[in-house]
């Protein structure tokens, strides 16, 4: 996406390596958007746990966010992940205990506001299955695609809808 705005003096594509444990990411967020909101007008993109996070970041702080294969659940999703763990981004160790599952649960939106999302979803997500997405931002703007992966194929076309 970067790549696709670099040349586009009306977006600026920002990207940031989090911390491993939820809470810090949030707050680590939190702090980051605060921050340019004085300057600019902020607008969230999250995919996967990013997702998650952008679900609670755009509620708690009236932002729009367009979600990519979203985690839904993510505190039930990590339940299978406990123990030692390697950010396949970063290389970093952390550990996925009870306290990490909470945290995740702590920031669950139950009922997102729907005007606020843009929900790319493909069938083919062997990770998340696109159906619960579906149902849980019920009424939002849904685009979903046939195949594809929990990656997304093909991000780069749905940068106009994104941007929208």
Do not use: C
Not at 39 to 53: A, E, P, Q, T
Not at 71 to 79: D, G, S
Not at 87 to 101: A, C, K, R, S, V
């Amino acid at each position: 996406m970067r790549d696709e705005l670099a040349n586009n003096a009306e977006y600026e594509v920002v990207s940031y390596t989090l911390k491993s444990h939820p809470r810090e990411a949030i707050k680590q967020l939190t702090e980051i958007i605060e921050s340019e909101k004085e300057s600019r007008k902020v607008h969230l993109i999250g995919s996967s746990l990013g997702g998650y996070y952008a679900v609670y970041l755009a509620e708690s702080l009236d932002l729009k966010a367009a979600m990519v294969n979203p985690a839904v659940w993510a505190y039930k999703i990590f339940e299978n992940d406990r123990g030692e763990n390697i950010n396949p981004n970063t290389g970093e160790e952390y550990f996925i205990d009870q306290l990490w599952i909470d945290s995740l649960e702590d920031i669950f939106v139950e009922n997102p506001t729907p005007e606020r999302y843009l929900l790319l979803l493909q069938t083919g997500d062997e990770t998340l299955n696109y159906k619960y997405a579906e149902k849980y931002f019920h009424g939002a703007n849904i685009v979903i695609d046939e195949g594809g992966n929990h990656s997304f194929e093909n991000l780069e076309i749905k940068i106009p809808q994104i941007l929208l």
